[in-house]
């Protein structure tokens, strides 16, 4: 894997699986994260985290109400307590599957899947600064961004790769975090003098 880029004058030149086209990848500076996470929320809506989706899988055992809804909520319960458990996590999955058209249930699983599927299109159209290679449109940015049109154009599986790797670009792994040197000590000011 590259490591991560912290410059915004470095390019990120990166080839997707299967391809021969390169595409160039930025880093985003702090305001264009901060752009980029705006219309990540207008474009994807809000991530809804396991905590929700548990909380959620508990309501729809209750509305389904089954005979067993006490033992189901001890098993989600015994599944969240254990994340690491591949046989908790296993039986979990029985129960999600199971519950999945329960509406309330139903949405939030829709809403994280809408999230997941739009984060690389929205990171692409941030980070993108070129691309070259065998049938690709010429490239170009307006207002800081990819137009949407001419992103719609890339294939699916790369603007994948290209979304996922710019937003690997943004979250420094923990061996890049804290690589810089600390700032330099002040000198050590002068105590006031008095005259007198």
Same mark, same amino acid.
């Given at each position: 894997?590259?490591?991560?880029?912290?410059?915004?004058?470095?390019?990120?030149?990166?080839? #997707?699986?299967?391809?021969?086209?390169?595409?160039?990848?930025?880093?985003?500076?702090?305001?264009?994260?901060?752009?980029?996470?705006?219309?990540?929320?207008?474009?994807?809506?809000?991530?809804?985290?396991?905590?929700?989706?548990?909380?959620?899988?508990?309501?729809?055992?209750?509305?389904?109400?089954?005979?067993?809804?006490?033992?189901? *909520?001890?098993?989600?319960?015994?599944?969240?307590?254990?994340?690491?458990?591949?046989?908790?996590?296993?039986? *979990?999955?029985?129960?999600?599957?199971?519950?999945?058209?329960?509406?309330?249930?139903?949405?939030?699983?829709?809403?994280?899947?809408?999230?997941?599927?739009?984060?690389?299109?929205?990171?692409?159209?941030?980070?993108?600064?070129?691309?070259?290679?065998?049938?690709?449109?010429?490239?170009?940015?307006?207002?800081?961004?990819? #137009?949407?049109?001419? *992103?719609?154009?890339?294939?699916?599986?790369? *603007?994948?790769?290209?979304?996922?790797?710019?937003?690997?670009?943004?979250?420094?792994?923990?061996?890049?975090?804290?690589?810089?040197?600390?700032?330099? #000590?002040?000198?050590?000011?002068?105590?006031?003098?008095?005259?007198?």
């Amino acid at each position: 894997m590259t490591q991560p880029i912290f410059s915004r004058r470095q390019v990120e030149s990166f080839i #997707p699986p299967g391809t021969e086209r390169v595409y160039s990848i930025a880093p985003l500076t702090f305001r264009e994260r901060q752009a980029f996470r705006a219309d990540l929320a207008r474009e994807a809506g809000v991530y809804p985290g396991r905590a929700l989706l548990l909380d959620a899988l508990r309501a729809a055992v209750q509305e389904t109400s089954p005979d067993n809804a006490a033992e189901i *909520l001890v098993v989600i319960e015994a599944a969240e307590a254990t994340p690491d458990d591949p046989a908790a996590q296993a039986r *979990l999955q029985t129960i999600e599957a199971a519950c999945a058209t329960v509406p309330s249930y139903a949405a939030l699983l829709a809403a994280r899947q809408h999230y997941l599927g739009m984060m690389p299109w929205v990171a692409a159209r941030h980070a993108l600064r070129g691309w070259e290679g065998p049938g690709l449109p010429p490239f170009r940015r307006e207002r800081n961004l990819v #137009p949407a049109d001419l *992103l719609d154009l890339l294939p699916d599986a790369e *603007l994948e790769a290209i979304g996922w790797q710019a937003s690997a670009l943004m979250q420094p792994d923990a061996a890049a975090q804290g690589n810089s040197e600390a700032p330099s #000590p002040l000198p050590e000011t002068p105590a006031p003098m008095t005259v007198g």
